[in-house]
């Protein structure tokens, strides 16, 4: 919105052609986001708190939990806001990738939103059913796949690229419908399933964020990605913009997130965001690294899966509690050093995935 503006206004002044600097609108795309977040975070929970939109804790997790009933929870909508507006302002609204995005977010979070609602609002337990919460899941994830599939103009933007190997490049052909499905479905369930502790989903969900922006730019780059051995992929560089805005919105949550809380995010954040970053990763065709990046919500999502198949096969549990940062909370773990262990692991594992841009 704001980039037309200045196209505009170019004719009357030449130094407005600034603002055609990807590095600068994403860098504007943060400070934006973050600003917004930490000027409505107050204002949301007060009103969540008048709304007595708070959290219900399980009785059978740890008992250290049993303090934060009631905290105002679906703070996630803060997060899309800020991400939303702030896309809008800096972003070429031009570009079919930003939109891609925006909209699997938008999507997804509201989903999240009627599984919060009828468990906060209408006191109903079991929130949107599962079947429901996956079906639109997959009916979301899946149109966003087709999209993808069918504007690609390149080859590159529908082969599987494996990192660490500049000559490995693995044409899918319709099976990227498949694999474009499964990671965004996928990296939603398990950010939400890593949302159980104060800050532990938000933190590692900004620094995969801000990562993924440094692919997106350098991918649509033409020098810079061949000089990296990676797939250009024309105009995803646009995607800095959204990843900043991630960023920023993310960090100003963690304002008001981190221990002890004073709002959680819910499922309108959490399966948003994890679906951005699904998506994100996808369009600058790096899953792989994603799944490296995102190790911490691959352990948490593996961990539950772990549990219940050994609980239904044998009766026995693995862990004393799934998702695993449960396990070590039971385990006499303060909930802080979980969180703060499980950052420091993120910051190593993102710092592998950035390493694969020149290790080939």
Known sequence: MLLLLAEYLQQYYKGFAVFQYLTLRGIFG???????????????IRLLRNLQIGQSVRTDGPQSHLSKSGTPTMGGALIIASITISTLLWADLSNRYVWIVLLVTILFGA???????????????????????YFWQSVFGLAAALVLYFTAQTPAETALI????????????????LLTYLVIVGTSNAVN????LDGLAILPTVLVGGALGIFAYVSGHISFAQYLF???????????????ALVGAGLGFLWFNTYPAQVFMGDVGALALGAALG????????????????????????SVVIQVASFKLTGKRVFRMAPIH???????????RVIVRFWIITVVLVLVGLATLKLR
């Open 30 to 44: 943060v400070l934006t986001a973050l600003v917004m977040s930490l000027w409505l975070g107050p204002k949301m």
């Open 193 to 196: 399933l890593t949302d159980g």
């Open 111 to 133: 989903i999240g939103w009627v599984d919060d609602y009828r468990k906060v609002v209408e006191k109903n337990s079991r929130g949107l059913p599962g079947r429901w919460k």
């Open 279 to 302: 998506t994100v990763a996808v369009i600058v065709r790096q899953e792989i690294v994603l799944f490296i990046m995102g190790g911490v919500f691959v352990v948490e999502t593996l």
């Open 162 to 177: 494996v990192p660490f190997l500049k000559d490995i490049s693995i044409p899918l052909g319709a099976g990227f419908v």
């Open 326 to 336: 449960h396990h070590f909370e039971l385990k006499g773990w303060p909930e802080p």
């Open 230 to 244: 990676i797939p250009y992929v024309p105009g995803v560089g646009e995607l800095i913009i959204f990843c900043g």
